[in-house]
């Protein structure tokens, strides 16, 4: 065909508006981490001790429940070999480490009080994090749940926000991992009347403009199913204006909603499975995260009750994961182990061929499987997750893929830090 460019330069004209929107709308990865899981804690339970009492308590369940690799593969029915990988970097994650995601909550953990007491709390919270800010010791993020923006609760909610924003931008200790989770959202206006009130209280304690953000807590069907029978959760996302960075899963909340009985309320209950495939749907190409929920069975009691929590929780880790949700809730300081154990493991056991297929895709050689680019960013973005969370040595992707960070980061389609 002749007139072969003309045409094209006319195609160019006509999608130029769809092609802007498209960019707009799916950005792709973000090229931040994503946290293994959220840890909440009610608001006046918070001090700047927090995180270290915590880590104790998860080390010394390990150390009661699970004293050995050995004994971790006959408590968590684990192969002795799985078992021997994970154990000691576990131990190591506990110390070193053991929440990656906190979130002081004044909502459903802590409950109503009296006005002066929640005051209180905002800022005594805000200034114990702040303290552990400065000590280096704070959880790589962090934040805070408010009470949702329904009208019963809106004004607390929003009050409680600006005291605890207030708090940390007098100590210089807002940072790129503080995050606000907006809960039981029921309409995109909650999200746009959110947005709106983020860039008031920048304004009001000189915060740069767009920095504060916040997670959506998917908690009701109206979230996923809108009046019009849309799912509202995908404009809810645009609402956000860049500003949302996570969709959070309420388990409970949720399954209530649906008249599921409190017996049957379960992470792995169909209703729960259709929520999060809508909400990781919603999500995808947008850069932002998805993050199942929790089990409320906790790891307390004697060893056989312990147990029997632990496997639960890594059963049901392990199912998210498998999903293609990579994140949690954790609500008792005895999760961690079975939360790290869970997610090393999955990591550990799909290492070696992640690699292989990797390994074969960049540098070529003899491989059973055909990749395509999707797969190389599916196998990349697998090994930096197990990298991040540290269930995966550099040293061991340098030598069982054979590239570099930076090389790794462009295959999984992750910006590139200049």
Known sequence: MEDLEALADELDRRLADADAALLASYPGDRGVRQPVHTVYVPADRFAADTLGDWGDEARLALATHGRSAMDLAEALELRPSLADEVYDRVRAKLEREPIEDLRIDFEDGYGIR??????????GAAEALAETIRAGAA?????????????????????????FVAALARHDALTDGFVVTLPKVTSVDQVEAFV??????????????????????????????????????????????????GLHYGTYDYSAS????????????????HAKNVMQVAAAGTGVF???????????????????????????????????????????????????????????????????????????????????????????????????????????????????????AVLARRPVAP
């Open 114 to 123: 009296p006005d002066d007491h929640e005051d209180a709390a905002a800022t």
């Open 139 to 163: 959880a790589p993020f962090h934040g805070l749940r408010i009470k949702s923006f329904e009208a019963p609760t809106r004004r607390r909610g929003l009050r409680t926000l600006d005291l």
């Open 196 to 245: 709106t009130a983020l860039a008031a209280i920048e304004a009001a304690h000189d915060i740069p403009g767009g920095s504060l953000r916040f997670e959506i807590q998917i908690e009701t069907p109206q979230a996923i199913l809108g009046a019009d029978g849309t799912a509202l959760v995908a404009r809810m996302i645009a609402a956000g204006a860049g500003r949302v960075t």
């Open 258 to 273: 649906l008249g599921v009985a409190a017996a049957h309320q379960s992470m792995e209950h169909p209703v729960a499975d």
């Open 290 to 408: 998805v993050s199942d929920g929790s089990t409320n069975v906790l790891p307390v009691g004697d060893q056989a009750a312990v147990r029997a929590a632990w496997r639960l929780h890594v059963r049901l880790i392990g199912r998210s994961l498998a999903r293609g949700i990579y994140q949690g809730w954790d609500l008792h300081p005895a999760q961690l182990p079975s939360r790290y154990v869970a997610t090393y493991a999955f990591y550990r056991e799909g290492l070696g061929e992640a690699a292989a297929r990797l390994r074969a895709y960049v540098h070529g050689g003899d491989s059973a499987f055909l990749d395509e680019p999707a797969t190389a960013v599916a196998l990349a973005g697998f090994i930096i997750r197990g990298l991040e969370c540290g269930a995966v040595d550099p040293a061991e992707v340098d030598k069982l893929v054979g590239v570099e960070p930076e090389r790794l």
